[in-house]
């Protein structure tokens, strides 16, 4: 079967950084995404990572390992409207999206 | 980046009636869009895959009766809940990719149905 992995639940303090891991099985790799989801709105496109390595996009930057099945997103400088749930996913062979369970992240002053 | 506008953004309505969602893809054509149910502190889960021209393609799990998805445009699918009960209250999100499927998936802002 097709399973990907992220912590439930982080808590950072506002200013700090946090790395948030992501592992995956799935039947082939076409990408992986991170996705930032507020309570009660749509995800919002964070980043995409189809080749090793990292990449970086301001406070957020994104990992990725194929051959560990790998990934981390990085949040740096956080702050308090970082609050919210990081959804990784991952593009199947099929072109499918298979998505992780979220990671609630909770920041404190 | 592109536009995928979902309406209506909340819906409450009586146990027995249906409601419809629709999802627009307003600058570019998509031949295919996604519609994902998501329960409170949950992941999104894909309810059916729906394909401009032809059925969706639903998964496993998912009553075909009750979910009618029509994507009659190239531009517009739609979602309708059927005799709808409580239990059907939940987030909706549609979302669409451009044609080629490897780029990121744009989401519609999502719709609040509440059955009472």
């Known amino acids: 079967g097709q399973n990907i992995d992220q912590p439930t639940e982080m808590t950072a303090t506002e200013g700090a950084i946090v790395q948030i891991n992501c592992t995956y099985q799935?039947?082939?790799?076409?990408?992986l995404f991170w996705y930032q989801q507020h309570a009660g709105e749509a995800p919002t496109f964070l980043s995409y990572?189809?080749l090793d390595g990292l990449e970086e996009k301001g406070r957020f930057s994104s990992f990725l390992s194929r051959s560990k099945g790998y990934s981390y997103l990085l949040l740096k400088e956080l702050q308090m409207k970082d609050s919210a749930s990081y959804l990784c996913a991952v593009v199947d062979s099929n072109y499918q999206l298979i998505w992780g369970a979220g990671t609630k992240l909770i920041i404190k002053p | 980046g592109a536009v995928v506008s979902q309406h209506p953004s909340r819906v409450i309505c009586k146990s027995g009636t249906s409601v419809k969602i629709e999802c627009r893809s307003l600058?570019?054509?998509?031949?295919?869009m996604f519609w994902y149910r998501q329960f409170p502190k949950k992941s999104l889960m894909l309810m059916a895959t729906?394909?401009?021209?032809?059925?969706?393609?639903?998964e496993q799990g998912v009553e075909k009766d009750k979910f009618l998805i029509n994507h009659a445009s190239l531009t517009l699918s739609t979602l309708t809940v059927t005799s709808a009960h409580p239990e059907d209250s939940s987030f909706y999100i549609c979302?669409?990719?451009?044609?080629?499927?490897?780029?990121?998936?744009?989401f519609g802002q999502g719709t609040r149905l509440t059955v009472v």
């Open positions: 799935t039947s082939g790799f076409n990408g």
């Open positions: 600058d570019f054509q998509a031949t295919t």
């Open positions: 729906s394909n401009e021209g032809s059925k969706a393609t639903y």
């Open positions: 990572n189809v």
């Open positions: 979302s669409a990719r451009y044609p080629g499927g490897d780029t990121e998936a744009f």
